[in-house]
């Protein structure tokens, strides 16, 4: 089975800096639901709230996902994969922008996040599924969220 997940789980060193978070202002015209942080644009898109605790570091999460870049179609999957992820909470396996736009989720949360670039795979993209200076486009649903323990 092809391992798709495997570059949106590989470290990014140059987008895994200093961790200071800043929230990046918001136009004034922007739709509820709709904020941005260190660049990432994230966007609520189910109107139900999740349920139960927050995503938090020392937590497994289990996300199904499909994602697009801002120039193109979905990114190319295998037959069969299913478009789910399980990975602890602020793993640094992952891309820092989806990360930054996951952390909080509730159980039943469906977000939208727009990961610039440079929190993503920046000027090396991810051959052969990510060009170079991707913006990537995430919809994400958080299913399951369990103690590490």
């Not at 060193?13 to 202002?25: E, K, N, Y």
């Not at 139960?52 to 037959?79: E, F, K, N, Y």
């Not at 727009?114 to 991810?126: E, I, N, R, W």
């Amino acid at each position: 089975m092809k391992k798709w997940w495997l570059p949106l789980c590989m470290i990014v060193p140059f987008a895994l800096g200093p961790s200071a978070v800043a929230a990046s202002p918001v136009p004034a015209d922007a739709p509820a639901g709709q904020r941005a942080l260190d660049g990432v644009l994230i966007e609520d898109l189910a109107r139900a709230i999740g349920v139960g605790p927050r995503a938090s570091a020392g937590q497994i999460a289990t996300w199904v996902w499909t994602c697009t870049t801002a120039d193109g179609p979905a990114l190319p999957l295998g037959a069969g994969d299913d478009k789910t992820l399980t990975c602890p909470v602020g793993s640094t396996r992952l891309i820092a922008g989806w990360h930054q736009g996951t952390e909080g989720m509730r159980p039943g949360e469906v977000r939208r996040i727009t990961v610039p670039p440079h929190l993503a795979y920046g000027d090396a993209g991810s051959a052969p599924m990510i060009p170079p200076n991707a913006t990537l486009i995430f919809e994400i649903a958080l299913t399951d969220l369990k103690d590490a323990s």
